[in-house]
């Protein structure tokens, strides 16, 4: 199947500073790609989708200018969260699809530690 | 709407006997279905699909049953093995924009 690549697999960072995330999809052209955030024992919750070229949509109640999400190419999408709390700490996952109601890949998840 | 409890239900068999996993999805329009896998600190891995012109569908070892009368979908996994350990998510799509909703997820727990 598709690999999508998302990197790093784990970050700790003081309160206050930025972190970025990034999502590639290897093998194929993604048009679109999502973000989730999943807490420990519970389900992923959307934040965004991203198109390629175009600003990203995001879900009611994620704040846009909290977690920049740029997908500048068909391969790469990026998801900084800025100005990180603890309260941001969680496991970031991103997903990717070459076209409408076309699979979804899933890239290995981003464990953000926010100290 | 998912359940965003603290704990997610759990499902303990015997290593070589069948798992029934249920869903309840919220969406009656919904019409592509997926399960996940996901194993501790990965993302969720594809299992098997389905449409809803479908009301079952084969993979090797995994069945997916879809009832759209009462909105429920269920995985059966064959001769469930230790390796089957994880969490499972159902998530289902509506109209072709590929954004899914998951479910709130079951932990199976393989005993040997």
């Known amino acids: 199947g598709a690999v999508v690549s998302q990197h790093p697999s784990w970050v700790i960072c003081k309160s206050g500073t930025s972190v970025k995330i990034e999502c590639r999809s290897l093998?194929?052209?993604?048009?679109?790609m999502f973000w989730y955030r999943q807490f420990p024992k519970q389900s992923l919750m959307l934040m965004a989708t991203s198109n390629e070229g175009s600003k990203a949509t995001y879900e009611q109640g994620v704040e846009k200018d909290k977690f920049l999400i740029n997908h500048a190419s068909l391969t790469l999408s990026t998801l900084t969260v800025t100005s990180a709390h603890p309260e941001d700490s969680s496991f970031y996952i991103c997903s990717a699809t070459q076209g409408l109601n076309e699979k979804l890949f899933f890239g290995s998840g981003t464990q953000l530690s926010v100290l | 709407g998912e359940n965003v409890g603290l704990h997610l239900p759990t499902l303990s068999v015997q290593e070589g006997d069948n798992s029934i996993i249920n869903c309840a999805y919220s969406n009656s329009a919904s019409d592509y279905f997926i399960w996940y896998k996901q194993e501790s600190g990965k993302g969720p891995q594809f299992i098997i699909d389905i449409r809803s012109n479908m009301d079952k569908r084969q993979g090797q070892r995994v069945t997916v049953l879809l009832n759209k009368t009462v909105k429920h979908l269920s995985l059966q996994i064959a001769a469930t093995q230790p390796g089957d350990s994880a969490v499972y998510f159902c998530a289902e799509n509506y109209g072709a924009n590929s954004k899914l909703t998951f479910g709130k997820g079951i932990t199976l727990s393989v005993r040997p």
């Open positions: 093998d194929f052209q993604a048009t679109t």
